[in-house]
């Protein structure tokens, strides 16, 4: 069983062998959210509360399992919002107590890089995909990875200021398009000129990524296009563009942030040059313009590339595979900022 608490779904999916998912609950907090633009940290927390053992019976139920059937108990202990990370594992380790199960304790980052195995297809299609480089990408994150090999984890790249799932966050709120901003972008795009405006790629180091500057370029363009002046608030900012503007400046932000991901991804290949294969993952993975521009490399399913558990009990597997050992159901901590390296 996969328990997933860390941002605003509250999660928790049955695997069967790392890879069959026999049930997948995800109940989204993504409605409350939408009018205040973002999450606020104690709400998210609150839900969570009120979701979680509901979720998890219908995980149960959904899977025709009961709680003789589950080997082990994986939860995100880190990184995420505190409060979320709290309800998730403070359940997790209520239930591995109360059945006698052993406990996992999951980085988020890796769950979202192991979604990828996620069906026994794919499991044995990415046998052989070591080493490799994974361009993990949400709303938090923006790195890539090299994996010589099953939960062995080096970062060779990162942001220095916003993930670019963020910064699809900001463009869209500057635009008035709803939260969260990556489907509500892609989604205007489609009647959108992506070759309308241009914005410059910034100037990083190696493979490092930055993503605020192209947010604010996004901003000047737009107060340029309607003639305000850059003190004008961003957020009136949408009651002066037309519904084509809006379109088009999704359209041509969408190119430059997959253009940008794309340009340091390949650079990354010839950096790492026995790297055998590009895997992607996060909730911006699900981007189809990427999935366009990266047709050799590994997307997960499009259904499991924002939070769900299904990924948690997936690299929860490889854990025990690799012979991680099981954590203290009576002393486990939740860490809201750590590496993956850790
Ligand atoms: O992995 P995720 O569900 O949660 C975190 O761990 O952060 O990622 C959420 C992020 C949000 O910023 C959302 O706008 C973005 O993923 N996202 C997308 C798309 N769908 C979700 N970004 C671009 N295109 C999409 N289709
Ligand atoms: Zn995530």
Redesign the pocket.
Known sequence: MGIET????TAASIVEDGAKILSNVVISQIDIFAEYGGVIPEVAARNHLEAILPVIDKALSDAKCSWDDIDAIAVTHAP?LLGSLLIGTLTARTLAVLHNKPLYAVH??KS?VYANWLSPERQTKLSSIFPLLALV?????TQILYMPAHNQFEIVGTTRDD???????KV?KILGLP????????KAAKDGDPSKYHFPHPKVDGLNFSFSGLKTAVLRTAQKEVGVPISYPSHKLKELLSKQQVCDFAASF?KT?VDILCEKINMGLEKFSDARSVLV??????????RDALPDAYFPA?EL???NGAMVAAACYYEIQSGIKPVDPYSLNIYPRISIEN
């Open positions: 860390s941002c605003d779904e995420g988020h980052l979202h990408i949400s709303g938090g994150h993930a670019v799932g963020e910064c699809f966050d869209a939260y969260p901003g990556g489907p509500s972008i892609a969408q942030a993952a996060g909730g911006v993975s699900a981007n189809q313009v990427l499009t590339s924002g939070d």
